[in-house]
């Protein structure tokens, strides 16, 4: 069975980065699909913000391109958010999730509050 | 970007009725269009594919239709268990939502 599990400080002060990890089981993320990052805000808008392929190529959201970073690490069958200079806007429920046209298999989501 | 308007954005049925929830597009998607269900605490789940198409797993109950900019999904006789939001998500370019249906029972 395929499942995602994001973790990462659920705190995080305005100006520092945000740090994410998506550790995937049952499926390499190097086999196909892209890994991508999508979060929830407060009052429920949703927002795609990017995706690592599985040969390692990104994509972004064109309103995040400044601010955001994608890594993976294959060994650990792990993807990896970075998101620089966060503000209180950036308070969300983040998800991972697998995509090919659909996103299929999504975790559970870790909310992270931006907050002094 | 693409546009996303859904509606409603709060809905209550009672158990049987057909409830229908619609989504416009911004510009032309062709059938570039999923829906989700989402219930309380958990992972979003994927319904319907590519507008029409129906995951696998999922109650024929659920069931989408349309395509170009306005697309909906029905569910034929509303259970229980459906109490949940639901919300469309267009990938004719980089992926947009649509703002959400909470859907409750009367």
């Known amino acids: 069975e395929i499942q995602l599990q994001e973790s990462g400080p659920g705190l995080v002060k305005p100006s520092q980065s945000l740090s994410l990890t998506c550790s995937v089981t049952?499926?390499?993320?190097?086999?196909?699909?892209?890994w991508s990052w999508i979060r929830k805000f407060p009052g429920n808008k949703m927002e795609w913000m990017g995706y690592?392929?599985?040969?390692?190529?990104?994509n972004y959201n064109p309103s995040l391109k400044s601010r955001i970073s994608i890594t993976r690490d294959t060994s650990k069958n792990q993807f990896f958010l970075q998101l620089n200079s966060v503000t209180t806007e950036d308070t969300a429920t983040y998800y991972c999730?697998?995509?090919?046209?659909?996103?299929?298999?999504w975790g559970q989501g870790v909310m992270v509050t931006v907050s002094s | 970007d693409i546009q996303m308007t859904q509606s409603p954005s709060f809905l209550s049925a009672s158990v049987g009725d057909r409830v229908t929830i619609n989504c416009k597009a911004s510009?032309?998607?062709?059938?570039?269009l999923n829906w989700y269900q989402q219930k309380l605490g958990e992972a979003p789940k994927l319904l319907i594919y590519?507008?029409?198409s129906l995951q696998t797993g999922i109650p024929s109950r659920f069931s989408g239709s349309g395509s170009g900019t306005d697309f909906t999904l029905t569910i034929s006789s509303l259970q229980p268990e459906d109490v949940a939001t639901y919300f469309c998500?267009?990938?004719?370019?980089?992926?947009?939502f649509g703002s959400g249906t909470k859907l409750e029972i009367k």
């Open positions: 590519n507008a029409n």
């Open positions: 049952g499926y390499t993320i190097t086999s196909g699909y892209d």
């Open positions: 999730a697998r995509y090919s046209d659909y996103f299929d298999y």
């Open positions: 998500l267009q990938h004719n370019s980089w992926p947009t």
């Open positions: 690592i392929s599985y040969s390692g190529s990104t």
């Open positions: 510009q032309n998607i062709n059938r570039y």
